[in-house]
């Protein structure tokens, strides 16, 4: 059975059909949509299944995406995912990263290179000031507490004292009271450790990165950081 023309839908015989683009034609039916020119195998260009000459060739215009309804829920699901996504990255990274006292890792490295530096300081300046208060110890009968009386028994019995506050630290009883802020764990054995909350008393400032003080709750004695403590 013979096929039907695409063009004019009358049959098309073996001698004079034309077989393109998915149909068949009468040579002289295959010309342009356009201005029916007629075209062979050679000059032809398909558009929608349709024969073009190359003058009349339909040329494609891009357009813009139209903000129809599933556009736009396709917009704003997408931000909800993103920041969804935002959100669970900040909430795993918070702990990891970031701690109470600093808000960046920036902020973090600067602050440990400064109580480093601090700490440094401290200790050459109290070795230097250690150095300079060492008292020797009184000799029997060049100092006034041999003598007989009372009042000379009692001078001799607080030397030793003086003594060792001059190289231990400040005399206790005498200092401010202070509450720390934040947990330390000491580095040397000339300091204290403490916890959040814990009251520190007889407290005397050293420089401006370091003090002195006991610990009210375990009465250890030593050198602390500032920067952990608040006057109350």
């Known amino acids: 059975m013979n096929p039907l023309c695409g063009r004019c839908n009358r049959v098309v015989y073996p001698t004079e059909k034309v077989n393109c683009l998915d149909k068949y034609w009468h040579k002289g039916c295959f010309s342009c949509e356009t201005c029916k020119m007629t075209l062979n195998m050679k000059n032809y260009k398909g558009f929608d299944k349709k024969p073009y000459c190359n003058a009349h060739y339909p040329k494609t215009n891009f357009t813009s995406v ?67 208060k060492d008292v020797p110890q009184p000799q029997s009968g060049h100092s006034p507490a041999f003598q007989s009386s009372a009042g000379s028994q009692n001078n001799y019995d607080a030397a030793p004292e003086s003594v060792g506050q001059a190289a231990g630290g400040p005399a206790s009883g005498s200092g401010k009271r202070y509450r720390a802020v934040y947990d330390y764990a000491a580095a040397d054995e000339d300091e204290v450790s ?39």
Request: glycine content about 6%; proline content about 3%.
């Open 194 to 232: 403490f916890v959040d909350g814990d009251v520190i008393m007889d407290v005397h400032q050293i420089d401006e990165g370091w003090m002195y003080g006991r610990v009210e709750r375990t009465g250890q004695q030593g050198m602390l950081p500032a920067n952990y403590v608040e006057a109350i």
């Open 66 to 132: 139209a903000d129809t309804p599933e556009n736009l829920r396709l917009q704003q699901q997408t931000k909800m995912q993103s920041h969804v996504r935002y959100r669970e990255d900040f909430e795993k990274n918070r702990g990891k990263c970031f701690s109470s006292v600093a808000d960046t890792p920036e902020i973090q490295r600067v602050k440990k290179l400064q109580e480093n530096i601090s700490n440094i300081k401290y200790h050459e300046d109290f070795e230097k000031a250690k150095v300079g």
